[in-house]
């Protein structure tokens, strides 16, 4: 087997691994804040949010230092870092003390997390270009796939174990995907022999001045907000429609549908890109996507709202791998890490904000009108791409062919 194929194989069952064990804590996580003295569900209901929300703003901040460093020492040393890390920092939350204990390990798993894009970089550098979008479909399934089944997994769990027990075994199995890669990956990878001094901030105007790569980014945001970040909303909807009868059960079928469909689509979505160009199927996918949003705001029953998602999904599965297909084509020789880097702190942004907007924006327009809102912004995507990506993407094509 060819490496880059061996690689991707082992990385997808690794991200899977870790995409489980990051989204285990999720159904427990206010319970196990009762259980750290947090009472009134006014408090649990702020303490959730404060962590969850803190592990997204800790990540977007440091995501392009770890891609400086990934285009200096190596991509896999950055999932080994990153797998190891949250390895102990996962055992550490199962001994918190308090709610502000919590919220502090949460702070530097933010810090030191990036196994998922630390492999996306590492997969798109080591993977021959004329496969690239298969191989980033691939790894978005096993990244879906865990993140699918890391809350029915957690929640299982911790009705056997406790909660306590469950980071520990969430810290275990980290830490064998981290062994895994250390002894079955392998990266071909050269140190850059002259080491330019530049900050941040002159690596991203570097970055930025390649049209049409702020577009991309733009997208990445629009994408996780719209689609990824205001996720926790749906439950109100489903609760709406079901009556209040079994509403947790059907609002983790909402959210799974979606990620099924997701995960069954990357892949076809993959090969289209390697065959069509990813612009297109960007393009195509968002279009798809604010399509079926609409009519979730008009839905009268339980199935119509799963129907929708599940469509949503399987245009969701093109949308960052293309995107991210496109960042590793565009991105400058020795800057691929970096480039992403950048592209992972909007995707965060739209995560940290589409979680906390997604509220406010209910509360003032109601649960419908989320769906709404969301489709207005995919629309906007649509006319980026159409106006700023494809157009910057036949002019550059145009320049190398003449």
């Not at 996507?289 to 399987?314: D, H, K």
Request: aromatic share 12%; proline share 4%.
């Amino acid at each position: 087997m060819e490496d880059w194929k061996k690689n991707l194989y082992i990385l997808t069952a690794s991200v899977f691994i870790v995409m489980s064990g990051m989204t285990m804590i999720i159904p427990f996580l206010p319970l196990y804040l009762q259980e750290l003295g947090v009472t009134g569900h006014r408090e649990v209901t702020i303490w959730a949010g404060l962590i969850t929300g803190i592990n997204f703003f800790s990540a977007f901040l440091v995501s392009p230092l770890w891609g400086r460093l990934a285009d200096k020492h190596g991509r896999r040393l950055m999932v080994l870092r990153s797998g190891f890390g949250m390895a102990i920092v996962m055992v550490l939350m199962g001994f918190a003390t308090g709610p502000w204990s919590l919220f502090f390990f949460r702070l530097l798993n933010g810090t030191i997390s990036g196994f998922n894009p630390a492999s996306i970089a590492l997969v798109s550098t080591n993977t021959p270009k004329q496969h690239v979008g298969y191989a980033l479909g691939i790894l978005q399934a096993g990244s879906v796939a865990g993140t699918i089944s890391g809350p029915l997994f957690g929640g299982l769990m911790a009705e056997v174990f406790g909660f306590r027990t469950i980071f520990n075994i969430t810290g275990l199995f980290v830490a064998i995907a981290a062994v895994t890669v250390l002894l079955f990956v392998k990266e071909d990878f050269t140190r850059p022999e002259t080491e330019e001094k530049t900050s941040t901030w002159q690596d991203f105007k570097k970055v930025a001045a390649i049209q049409p790569i702020p577009f991309i980014f733009v997208l990445v945001f629009i994408i996780q907000f719209s689609l990824i970040g205001l996720n926790p909303m749906v439950s109100l909807l489903v609760d709406e429609l079901s009556g209040g009868t079994n509403s947790a059960f059907f609002a983790g079928l909402a959210v799974s549908v979606m990620g099924f469909a997701n995960m069954t689509a990357s892949p076809k979505l993959g090969k289209l890109t390697d065959r069509k160009g990813a612009q297109y199927v960007l393009f195509g996918s968002l279009i798809g996507a604010a399509v079926f949003s609409i009519p979730q705001a008009f839905v009268t029953e339980l199935w119509q709202l799963i129907v929708m998602r599940f469509l949503v999904g399987l245009c969701l599965g093109g949308l960052l791998p293309a995107a991210n297909t496109l960042i590793r084509k565009l991105s400058p020789n020795g800057m691929e890490s970096r480039t992403y880097g950048f592209s992972n702190s909007f995707l965060f942004l739209g995560s940290m904000f589409g979680s906390m907007a997604g509220g406010l924006i209910a509360s003032a327009v109601g649960i419908r009108g989320l769906f709404l809102i969301a489709a207005l912004l995919q629309v906007i995507g649509v006319f980026i791409i159409y106006y700023r990506v494809i157009p910057k993407l036949r002019e550059k094509r145009g320049c190398s062919s003449g």
